[in-house]
């Protein structure tokens, strides 16, 4: 019989940081286009896992000189390769015990809901009456949180007691019935303290207005977040109302202008990886912010020896000549391909 160990241990060795399992009971009041099962009406378990964000990939955009490694390894390359590689061999060592699993190592992109949770309008519709809308979207945060992995964040963000706010989830559905961990009680993550929405660019996370919700039983809350808000200053952007054309940074999007932010040193803004990424703000707010606070506090295990952050914190200002005004000489290009 396939146990909990024996999953555990598998999925560590395949290259996941942090497992943990939910029993499905622990779904129990999910919304219809987040049930698990709505995928899997048979499923048992829900094994989550956690994949650090190497603290060095953040080096880059702290020093404010290279952007990229962020975005592709510590993100895009995350959540487009490694996760799914692991969780697809999870799937096939669990199915190898005879039970069937669902590889989520992916983000949803075919979801039905938007980032606030409500359907896409002429999007897609239930192939029968009490079915979901295709495609479904397990909440990633949620299913670690039932997982016994952490805490969800003030800033939204899940919270481990290993890495705060530095990792990515991936997510196993199975028919075998696993022994569930206990939900997270260890000492208290994340204290309020704000740094998250004082340091978030685009101003995207609500110091007052908060969203509840009730996960097995526990009363659960976290700040309101505006996605569009964060969509756009998480790419270096910031929306205005009128735009000279050689500020223009980003394609029209959400109806708004985008111009420059102080947090890009980018012309326009670069191009995906991944598929995803574009990360110029690097979670200033809740990443960076909120790991140099929890690293401050000593409540994570994994330690280092000198403090992540080293130098004031840089910012762009956009309205002077740069520092080497040779470069100006050229006319400044987008990156090719940079069109999506
Ligand atoms: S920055 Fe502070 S308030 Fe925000 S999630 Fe982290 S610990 Fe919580
Ligand atoms: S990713 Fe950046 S813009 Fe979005 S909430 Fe975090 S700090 Fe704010």
Redesign the pocket.
Known sequence: MLTSEQVRKRARELGADMVGIASIDRFEGAPTQMDPRQIMPEAQSVIAMGFRVMRGSLRGIEEGTFFSNYSAMGYGGLTYLYIPLVVINLCKFIEDAGHEAIPIGHQSDWRSIDNEGRLRPRYSRPVAPGKAAPDVMIHLRIAAYLAGLGEI?????F?TPQF??RQRLGVVLTEAALEPDAIYDGPE?????????QECPGSA?SPSETVKVELCGRAVE??RLDCEACCIAFRGGRAVEELAEDQQYDEPGFGHKIARNGITPFYYKPRRLYNTGEAICGGR??LR???I??EKRGVLKNRFDKPFRRRQPWTVDWSAPPPDSSEESEAPDRHPGERQ
Not at 153 to 157: A, M, P
Not at 189 to 197: G, K
């Open positions: 964040g003030y800033s939204k963000v919270l705060g706010p993550l994340c204290d309020r303290c704000m740094a998250c929405v996370i976290w700040g707010g809740c912010a909120c790991m606070h929890l």
